[in-house]
């Protein structure tokens, strides 16, 4: 073979390898570029979980830290959703043993009813917060009135005017007998948006117990103790019911 000949013989592998050892580079830099993009648009979806996760229930949190906990595809990123993950856990737990802790009190057959619904208005906060969906913030469908009388003698009327309620679509836990009663029957609301509803009901009661009044009871508007359209008819022991009057 002539030296010209093997030159260009030469010349073409030169050519070939190089262009086979260029194409191997830049697929390998390729992959890395695509790869190293695809951990940023990780890493930047995963700070938006994070956002969202911190904003929410422990029941939501739960749930997303365990999902990122495993399907993170960067080492160091799953790592620190592990870590997250039980410290959620930690939360959850206790939450779920304060959960337990007041259903036992709950079941406490000396509660009155204002203080056992209470406490499930909390047992239903808890369930909410361990539920593992983003909860919604939904006013009551019904109206809850809580009913107090000053004498014995004055619960049959009490009972009707529960019955009476209830037609009309009003939650009324019980009644209770309570010695601190006003002078003068009253219904209470404790938001000032919830004026409106307490003055309505206010004159169904009338219709039995025509000496009662509204009255706005301050210091509750942020109260998490106090769940909305909760009212509480306070019957004076010098109150006299017209029951005929209500049956006609």
């Known amino acids: 073979m002539s030296e010209e000949r093997f030159k260009a ?14 194409g191997i580079f830049s697929a390998v830099i390729s992959h890395q570029i695509q790869t190293r993009e695809v951990e940023i648009k990780e890493q930047e979806s995963n700070a938006k979980f994070l956002e969202q996760a911190l904003q929410e229930d422990v029941g939501v949190r739960r749930r997303l830290s365990q999902y990122f906990a ?3 595809r960067s080492t160091e990123l799953r790592e620190r959703w592990k870590e997250y993950a039980k410290l959620v856990e930690t939360e959850y737990q206790e939450t779920l043993s304060e959960k337990q802790r007041l259903q036992k009190e709950a079941s406490n057959s000396s ?6 619904d209470r406490l499930q208005q909390r047992i239903s ?3 909410r917060q361990l539920s593992p969906k983003p909860a919604t913030n939904l006013t009551p469908s019904k109206a809850r009135i809580y009913m107090h009388i000053g004498s014995d003698g004055q619960r049959l009327a009490a009972e009707q005017t529960a019955a009476t309620l209830r037609s009309d679509s009003v939650a009324v836990p019980g009644i209770e007998l309570r010695s601190n009663s006003p002078r003068r029957t009253e219904v209470r609301y404790f938001k000032s948006t919830e004026q409106a509803e307490a003055e309505g009901l206010t004159a169904i009661i009338r219709s039995i117990w025509p000496d009662a009044v509204v009255k706005y009871i ?5 109260s998490a103790a106090i769940r909305p359209r909760h009212y509480e008819l306070w019957i004076s022991t010098t109150s006299v019911p017209h029951l005929e009057e209500a049956s006609n």
């Open 125 to 127: 906060e808890l369930e």
């Open 9 to 22: 013989w030469l010349t073409f592998w030169q050519f070939m390898l190089g262009t086979v050892v260029v």
């Open 218 to 222: 301050p210091g509750h508007e942020a």
């Open 111 to 116: 509660l009155n009813a204002i203080e056992r």
């Open 70 to 72: 495993n399907v993170t």
